[in-house]
């Protein structure tokens, strides 16, 4: 389905209305906080994978998360403690297809050559062996190519995953019919959003039509920049905070 901006901001308040009005408020100029640790997994083919962990006390979720080109887990320095507020484990890794647009990338580092965007889907694979032990929903989320190789992900891991959240997919492979063929064949919820760019809307629209029915949340933002950075205060500063409710509104319907 198409959430327009209106519903999506009413949602997203919903879901807060019902806290405790006696309750404290935090300051919204107070950045998000939650401690981290270091962690290496092993790709398929050998590969170390460099990752961070933000854990959450009894999560209601694991959320893989995965970055754009040129990028690294710091893409998702600010946006892993606000999702451990909300009461998510997070785990931000290095793909091997990256580089130091937020940070170094420890992963593209230490690999001989020049991995394209589809090597990396062992690394996102590697994410998600190590979360099957952690007995908590799994639910992957992509920024850009990431975005894209979250669908063909799901659709291989069918019955470990239980929901995707695309920022700023398309096609960004030489097979142009890769995403949107395993966007047909998911069975989870969906949530799917790009910048207001009319060529990114129309990419995640075409995404968004091959999907099932009723699997889809749609969401095209007034204000929004590429990729996941659309929720981060310094990339976005006029839309991150509005980019923000809809994403939280999906993830408790998901795993509440």
Request: glycine share 6%.
């Amino acid at each position: 389905m198409h959430l327009s901006r209106a519903l999506a901001l009413s949602l997203a308040l919903a879901a807060v209305s019902g806290c405790d009005s006696a309750a404290p408020t935090r300051d919204a100029a107070a950045p998000f906080v939650a401690p981290s640790r270091a962690l290496t997994l092993t790709a398929k083919d050998g590969v170390t994978v460099y990752a961070r962990l933000y854990s959450a006390e009894s999560p209601k979720a694991v959320i893989l998360l995965f970055h754009q080109a040129g990028s690294s887990k710091d893409e998702y320095a600010t946006i892993a403690p606000r999702l451990v507020a909300a009461g998510y484990t997070a785990l931000a890794i290095d793909q091997r297809a990256g580089g130091g647009l937020y940070g170094p990338n420890e992963t593209a580092a230490h690999v001989i050559g020049k991995p394209d965007y589809l090597d990396a889907a062992q690394d996102l694979q590697a994410a998600v062996d190590w979360a099957l032990p952690q007995n908590v929903p799994i639910i992957v989320w992509g920024s850009s190519y990431s975005a894209s190789l979250a669908f063909p992900l799901a659709t291989k891991n069918t019955s470990k995953i239980k929901g995707v959240l695309a920022f700023s997919p398309g096609d960004y492979f030489s097979d142009k019919h890769l995403v949107e063929t395993a966007a047909a064949r998911l069975t989870v919820p969906v949530y799917v959003t790009s910048a207001p760019d009319a060529d990114e809307v129309a990419a995640a629209r075409a995404i968004t039509d091959a999907l099932p029915p009723g699997l889809a949340t749609r969401y095209v933002p007034t204000e929004g920049v590429h990729g996941a950075s659309t929720l981060i205060a310094a990339k976005d500063p006029k839309g991150a905070e509005t980019n923000w409710l809809p994403v939280l509104s999906f993830l408790k319907k998901v795993a509440p």
